[in-house]
Nanobody, 122 residues
């Protein structure tokens, strides 16, 4: 059973920065798209950033310019850098791995981490 393990959450002051980590297996990083989601209190979960198996990245518009997703294959880890933190960035951040194959019927596989809390306040 594959696992995703997030770390790096904590408290940060507005304007500060934080680096979240998602440790995964080499298999996951080779074959799965990795997403970072966040779930703010009282709101729906939302996609923050994505990195494909080829290294292409994409970001939710509202956070573009303040977050960077990256990966280190040697460390089997995907990172999310959060800059210029705002109180509205307070949320539980989740790492998610997704694989799919357009066969008939389609095949897919998903893994979630346990989440890491990020709190932005003064």
């Amino acid at each position: 059973q594959e696992q995703l393990v997030e770390s790096g959450g904590g408290s940060v002051q507005p304007g500060g920065s934080l680096k979240l980590s998602c440790a995964a297996s080499a298999t996951i990083l080779s074959f799965y798209t990795i997403n970072w989601y966040r779930h703010p209190p009282g709101k729906y979960r939302e996609l923050v950033a994505t990195i494909s198996t080829s290294g292409d990245t994409s970001y939710t518009t509202s956070m573009e310019g303040r977050v960077t997703i990256s990966r280190d294959k040697a460390e089997n880890t995907v990172y999310l850098d959060l800059l210029s933190a705002k109180p509205e960035d307070t949320a539980v951040y989740y790492c998610h791995a997704h694989w799919e194959m357009m066969t008939m019927p389609p095949q897919e596989s998903d893994y979630w981490g346990q989440g890491t809390q990020v709190t932005v306040s003064s």
